[in-house]
């Protein structure tokens, strides 16, 4: 039984956003037209007179379809919820492979009430955190639109776009691979509904959310002499911070290196869990799908519930075949069923002669650090 195609290449992609002024048919391929030499002013949109509203219309999980670039993953999820009273968060967590996160808060920057958008993620040992600012709002009979431009190199560098008409979002990324390759091109587009709304409204509730109020001090800009620099440049075109480790390193410490003024340590409300497995001699050497979901995937003896219940899953990381753990980081606080799945067929996806379990259930509290071991990976579906 196919469930869905687990998507781990896409992850550091897809992390290299920008943005532009209408949402384009993807399916058609179409491009960005070219916006002009560097540079290009970044003017913020001031909240108190409009855009307010994008952070209550990304709360939610969404689920839908993910392009990249030329390739159409079928089944892709965030999960949008608040982790203050003015700053709304979600990521997608590869596990071992890495992870890519977006989160979108209100803050003062250029003698403006705006709100920017953090984006990265630690791959492979390479650490990378990009600021974008609000720079265009508007509302007309598709939607409400949103776009937020690189916060160093404008539309030059990279953007995101998002609308939003009812309960679908439709989320458009641009890249120049942080100005390497000007003009920027599409290189993400993901359409979703919002399939669950309870869990970012409790959310919401606990953190007193939304408030037009900063969540971290950006009146006085980035330190720039902290902003990477392409090889070969003298200046950087994008507000981006990296670092790198070979050896895969530590979030905290790659952020501290790369000079990332805003870092995991500094989010409120998210937690940590630490996910080990007890390895069998059928699942031994097989990736591990992981899924942290808000309704049971499996029976109490480990089958598959039923392939729509998957829509359910709020993370899905994984574990590679030569590891037994991962450390799942900026968790959202609440109650999940965490469900294994070992791929024992390699085809890359949860489906009929892959192992799994009973899912098993975890609260999750606010800033708590968590850790929970499956041993029972044993039911063949």
Not at 60 to 75: E, R
Not at 338 to 353: C, L
Not at 355 to 368: A, C, K, R
């Amino acid at each position: 039984m196919k469930i869905f195609k687990i998507v781990l290449s896409l992850i550091f992609i897809t992390t290299l956003l920008s943005c532009e002024k209408e949402i384009r048919n993807i399916a058609n391929n179409e491009e960005p037209p070219i916006i002009g030499p560097p540079p290009v002013e970044v003017i913020p949109v001031d909240i108190n007179e409009q855009g307010f509203g994008l952070l209550e219309h990304m709360q939610g999980q969404w689920v839908g379809s993910n392009k990249i670039i030329a390739d159409t993953y079928d089944w892709f999820t965030f999960d949008y919820r608040a982790i203050s009273a003015s700053h709304i968060h979600g990521i997608f967590e590869g596990g071992s492979v890495g992870n890519l996160l977006t989160s979108f808060f209100v803050t003062d920057f250029k003698d403006t009430r705006t709100i920017l958008a953090r984006n990265g993620g630690l791959l492979n040992g390479i650490y990378r955190s990009s600021y974008f600012v609000l720079d265009s709002v508007r509302t007309d009979v598709s939607g409400d639109f949103y776009r937020l431009v690189d916060a160093k190199g404008g539309t030059n560098t990279m953007w995101m776009e998002l609308r939003f008409t009812g309960d679908s979002l439709y989320f458009n990324a641009y890249t120049s691979r942080l100005g390497l390759n000007y003009p920027p091109t599409r290189h993400m587009t993901f359409k979703a509904v919002r399939a669950n709304y309870a869990l970012a409204e409790t959310a919401a509730l606990a953190v007193d959310f939304p408030q037009n109020i900063p969540a971290w001090d950006f009146s006085d800009g980035f330190n720039e002499a902290y902003f990477y620099v392409n090889d070969g440049e003298t200046e950087a075109k994008s507000a981006s911070f990296l670092a790198y480790d070979e050896s895969g390193g530590v979030v905290e410490e790659l952020a501290y290196e790369s000079g990332d003024p805003f870092t995991i340590s500094d989010h409120p409300y998210i937690a940590t869990l630490d996910l080990s497995v007890v390895r069998n001699p059928v699942i031994e050497g097989k990736d591990l799908f992981v899924n942290l979901s808000y309704e049971p995937l499996t029976d109490a003896s480990g089958y598959y519930m039923s392939e729509e219940v998957f829509n359910t899953v709020l993370l899905f990381p994984s574990i590679a075949g030569t590891e037994d753990a991962v450390r799942i980081t900026y968790l959202h606080p609440g109650e999940y069923y965490i469900t294994v799945i070992a791929d024992v067929n390699s085809d890359g996806y949860p489906s009929t002669g892959d192992y799994s379990h009973p899912s098993q259930t975890i609260t999750i509290s606010p800033n708590g650090s968590h850790s929970i071991t499956i041993d029972d990976i044993t039911t063949e579906n």
